[in-house]
C-alpha cells in the first residue's frame, strides 16, 4: 500500500489485484453509501499521502514483510488441479448442498458474528451460516445471501487445494471463508470480514493478511498462515501512529496515545512508533515497540545512541523509562519475527513463495 509504509506484500497485493485488535477498534460507518465512502476518502486523501511517507525506507524491508508478488493471488478454478472428490464436495458447497464444519477459533472477523450464529463444531451450508448473521453495528439488520463466488489457494503448497469463498450479502462487511476438504468432509479454516477500511487477503500459499486504517496517521494489521492441514496459526499483528507535525522548527510535539501528557522532543518533527504483537492476546510480555524519526521532509534521522543531542534517547527515556514499554531495534523485531514464523510452521519456502 506504500513504498515507505509497513503494511506488507500481501497486503500491497490486495491494492493491486483490487480487492483484530487495534485495526476493529475503527468503526464502519453505518451509511455505507457510495457517496460517502467517496467523500471520507477525499477528505483523507492528503493527509495520507503524507502519512504514507512518513516511515523510514528501513520499515518496509523487514521480516514481517514478505517478498511474495502476484503469483501469491488466489487462483480461478481454470488455473488449478483439483482432485474429483474435492471438486465434487466445493461444488456441492458453492451448490447448498453440502456442509462445512464451523470452528470457532478459526473465525477472525470483526463485525460479521459467526460465532453468535452458528454452533462450535457444528455443520452448517453457506446460507445455513449467513441466515442468522448479525453484525457488531446493527443486531437487527437482515443478512441475505445473493450470491457467491470462490477463488482457490494451496495452502502450505502441497498440492492439495483449497477453496475461498465469497458469500454477496447485502451488508457492508464481506466475508472471506477459506474451506479445505478433510478426510471427505468439509471444514472451515479461517473467516474474516472486509469493510471499507479493512482489507483481508489470503495467499495462495496459505498466508493471511488483514490490514486497515484508523485514520491518516495511524494504520496496521494481523497476520496468520493456514497451514497444509488446515490449520491457522497467528503471526503477528502491528499498528502504527504517526506523532508530530511537518514544519515544527525540528521539534517533536506530541501526546502519546492520549494519555493527556504532551512531550515536545528537539532534533525532529515527525516520529512513528510501530507496535508489535507476537501473542494473539496481546499480552504485554510479548508486546514491542519500534521507533523511527523524520525531518520535516521525511527524510529518515540515524538513530546515534552516543550524541547527546539523539531525539532517539529522548524518545526511549519517554517510552521505556516513564510508559515502560518494550522498544526494540529493527534487526531485533525482525529476528523476533523469524523465529515466530518459523515456530508456527511457516517454511521459507513457503513464505518466499512468488519472490
Given at each position: 500500500m506504500k513504498t515507505k509504509y509497513l503494511l506488507t506484500i500481501p497486503a500491497l497485493m490486495l491494492v493491486l489485484s483490487g480487492c483484530k485488535q487495534e485495526v476493529s477498534s475503527v468503526a464502519p460507518s453505518q451509511d455505507s453509501s457510495i457517496a460517502s465512502v467517496a467523500s471520507a476518502a477525499e477528505s483523507e486523501n492528503t493527509a495520507a499521502d503524507a502519512s504514507t511517507e512518513a516511515v523510514s525506507d528501513s520499515a518496509s524491508v523487514s521480516e514481517a514483510s514478505s517478498g511474495s508478488g502476484y503469483q501469491n493471488n488466489p487462483k480461478e478454478r481454470n488455473e488449478v488441479k483439483i482432485d474429483d472428490d474435492s471438486a465434487a464436495l466445493y461444488d456441492s458447497f458453492l451448490e447448498g448442498t453440502a456442509k462445512a464444519t464451523y470452528i470457532s477459533k478459526n473465525d477472525k472477523c470483526e463485525y460479521l458474528e459467526f460465532s453468535t450464529a452458528l454452533e462450535d463444531g457444528k455443520s452448517y451450508t453457506l446460507e445455513e451460516m449467513v441466515s442468522d448473521l448479525t453484525t457488531g453495528v446493527s443486531s437487527d439488520s437482515e443478512v441475505t445471501l445473493k450470491g457467491v463466488s470462490a477463488d482457490y489457494i494451496d495452502c502450505g503448497l502441497d498440492g492439495k487445494i483449497e477453496m475461498i469463498v465469497h458469500p454477496d450479502i447485502e451488508s457492508e462487511f464481506h466475508p472471506s471463508i477459506v474451506i479445505k476438504n478433510v478426510g471427505g468432509s468439509l471444514k472451515v479454516c479461517y473467516i474474516a470480514d472486509s469493510w471499507d477500511r479493512n482489507?483481508?487477503?489470503?495467499?495462495?500459499?496459505?498466508?493471511?493478511?488483514?490490514?486497515?486504517?484508523?485514520?491518516?496517521s495511524s494504520h496496521g494489521g494481523e497476520e496468520g498462515y493456514i497451514d497444509a492441514s488446515g490449520e491457522y496459526h497467528f503471526w503477528h499483528a502491528y499498528w502504527e501512529e504517526l506523532y508530530g507535525e511537518r514544519d515544527n522548527?525540528?521539534?517533536?510535539?506530541?501526546?502519546?496515545?492520549?494519555?493527556?501528557?504532551?512531550?515536545?522532543?528537539?532534533?525532529?518533527?515527525?516520529?512513528?512508533?510501530?507496535?508489535?504483537?507476537?501473542?494473539?492476546?496481546?499480552k504485554e510480555e510479548n508486546t514491542y515497540y519500534q521507533i523511527y524519526m523524520m525531518d520535516s521532509d521525511y527524510n529518515d534521522i540515524e538513530d546515534a545512541p552516543n550524541n547527546s543531542s539523539n531525539p532517539f534517547n529522548?524518545?526511549?527515556?519517554i517510552l521505556v523509562k516513564e510508559k515502560g514499554l518494550n522498544v526494540v531495534s529493527g534487526k531485533e523485531i525482525d529476528d523476533m519475527l523469524a523465529a515466530k514464523r518459523k515456530e508456527i510452521g511457516l517454511s521459507d519456502e513457503v513464505y518466499k513463495f512468488g519472490e
Open positions: 482489507s483481508v487477503f489470503v495467499g495462495f500459499n496459505g498466508m493471511t493478511s488483514s490490514t486497515g486504517s484508523g485514520g491518516a522548527n525540528n521539534k517533536l510535539s506530541f501526546e502519546f496515545n492520549g494519555d493527556g501528557n504532551e512531550y515536545t522532543i528537539d532534533g525532529a518533527d515527525l516520529m512513528t512508533v510501530v507496535r508489535y504483537d507476537l501473542d494473539e492476546n496481546r529522548a524518545a526511549r527515556d
